[in-house]
Structure formats: structure tokens, C-alpha cells
């Protein structure tokens, strides 16, 4: 299963947001709702086609308020998720899943939520480590190079 987790604005309530409207209530209706970071929404969908489909018909609100669209998808990683324009290039065929790895965000997880990311380069297969502040752990979100710069 292919997890899609909109990560909210500090200032919207994300949740409230998207269910009080009928057309992402209604796109949302036949998931289960999950909030794995604070101020999130996350769902299981069946394919990474699906998740882009799911997030492209949420767009209206993700532009509104949303920080964050991310797909973890596990054929790719099972721990490192994708930002939207990545998994958008990977479902189109413009970039192998295999060159997904190269550009991240890291964020810290503080409390459960995300906190200062940082943009590192993977080198000799390792990411450089976090150290924009303590956290408790890190979160990383694969991005395309037009993302990176």
C-alpha cells in the first residue's frame, strides 16, 4: 500500500479543513484517516498512481493549507518518503525509482511534529546527519533536483 500523509499549515487546522468541504470530505470518504505527524492527514491508497490521482484532485486545499504533500511509497522505500513532484515524475515515467535518492529534506520530528528542514545531497549512498537543532528523530522526504535548487 501506497501512504499519502498532507502535512498542515501551522496556522489551519488541516483535518477540520478538509472535512468541513464536500469535495475533499467526498475524496476522502473511502479512506481511513491517520495523522502520523502533528497537524497531518495520511491515508493508505493501492498504487502511487493512486496517491498522485488522490492528491491531484486535493489540490485546491493542499495549495490553501497545506505545507506538506508526501507519498511513501514502499516499492521505492520503505522508510523515506517522496515529495509530490517526485512521485508525480516517477508515476509519469520521467525519472526511475532507482534516481529518486539522490536530493532529500530531512526534518526533525520534535513532539511529533516536523520541525526546520534541512536539504542535504546523498553521498556514497549515506546522508549527511541532522544537525539543525536536537531532535528526537529525523524524517526524510526524497525530492526532485528542480526542488533541491
Request: hydrophobic share 40%; glycine share 4%.
Amino acid at each position: 500500500m501506497t501512504r499519502v500523509c498532507i502535512v498542515g499549515d501551522p496556522e489551519v487546522d488541516l483535518r477540520r479543513e478538509l472535512l468541513s468541504r464536500e469535495t475533499s470530505r467526498e475524496a476522502l470518504s473511502t479512506y481511513d484517516l491517520a495523522a502520523p505527524f502533528e497537524n497531518s492527514v495520511a491515508v493508505e491508497t493501492v498504487s502511487l498512481g493512486a496517491a498522485v490521482s488522490l492528491l491531484n484532485d486535493l489540490n485546491w486545499y493542499l495549495v490553501r493549507f497545506a505545507d506538506e504533500a508526501l507519498v511513501l511509497e514502499p516499492s521505492i522505500s520503505e522508510d523515506e518518503w517522496l515529495s509530490r513532484d517526485l512521485a508525480t515524475k516517477v508515476r509519469d515515467g520521467n525519472l526511475p525509482p532507482e534516481e529518486t535518492d539522490v536530493y532529500c529534506k530531512v526534518y526533525g520530528l520534535v513532539d511529533g511534529e516536523l520541525v526546520e528542514p534541512l536539504y542535504v545531497q546523498r553521498q556514497d549512498g549515506e546522508l549527511p546527519a541532522y544537525d539543525l537543532r536536537d531532535v528526537e528523530e529525523t524524517v526524510v522526504v526524497r525530492v526532485s533536483a528542480d526542488e533541491f535548487r
